[in-house]
């Protein structure tokens, strides 16, 4: 148990308004995801980051930001919120020894 | 760019039926293989994972999963489904030595009904 938080849970809100999806870890582990889940696509990646000055583009970038404030977290932002980003995002964490990535409870975001 | 099949998109099964669920993956070299599952309403949590060895490898709650190199396949087998067993699954690969993204498969729906 990697003890992956993400707040808020749920959330609602409309097109063109800024949203800051927040993830945390208690672990330490160095490395942190973000990816988001449509049904049928399973886990895109959207951003990764090995350290606080280490951060990397996943497959489905646009439209998001990210920013590592500290080892324990990895905030993930969408600037101008579209309806097409309503999804669930998942943040995840690993150590750098085993590639096995634990998973936080996920964030249900409805963009109108 | 490597991609990851699975092929069935939702499984209906009753209970103490057997449950296999396929996994096709595109990358030719060495690759680390996950499945992860995902209960209604909860997280992803890793089922098995194959790195090397025994290409037969066993998870938790009486999964199995078998690495066929020739095939690109790693499919994920249980001999009696259980209702507790509903989820959705997701296969995920990772090739060693290629980046450090691990690709997930569309998912499976599973529903087994009591």
């Known amino acids: 148990d990697a003890d992956v938080t993400q707040t808020p849970r749920n959330r609602i809100t409309k097109t063109g308004k800024r949203i800051m999806l927040e993830c945390s870890q208690t672990?330490?582990?160095?490395?942190m995801y973000w990816y988001r889940q449509d049904p049928g696509l399973g886990l895109q990646l959207i951003y990764y980051?090995?350290?606080?000055?280490?951060?990397n583009k996943g497959e489905i970038s646009d439209g998001y930001s990210v920013s590592r404030q500290a080892q324990a977290k990895f905030s993930l932002s969408l600037e101008s919120a579209i309806p097409n980003q309503t999804a669930l995002y998942f943040c995840a964490n690993r150590t750098g020894l085993l590639y096995e990535q634990y998973f936080g409870p996920g964030t249900r975001l409805t963009v109108t | 760019a490597q991609s990851v099949s699975q092929h069935n998109h939702h499984v209906i099964l009753s209970e103490a039926a057997s449950l296999e669920l396929g996994c096709n993956y595109s990358?030719?070299?060495?690759?680390?293989l996950f499945w992860y599952v995902q209960y209604p309403g909860q997280h992803l949590q890793l089922l098995l994972k194959y790195f090397s060895g025994d290409p037969l490898v066993k998870g938790i709650k009486g999964f199995e999963a078998e690495f066929i190199k020739s095939k690109f396949s790693f499919n994920l087998r249980k001999p009696s489904v259980q209702w507790s067993d509903t989820a959705e699954y997701f296969c995920?690969?990772?090739?060693?030595?290629?980046?450090?993204?691990?690709?997930f498969g569309g998912g499976t729906r599973l529903m087994v009904k009591p």
């Open positions: 980051s090995f350290d606080v000055k280490d951060i």
């Open positions: 672990k330490g582990h160095d490395r």
């Open positions: 995920a690969v990772k090739p060693l030595n290629a980046g450090n993204m691990l690709t």
């Open positions: 990358y030719g070299g060495t690759v680390n």
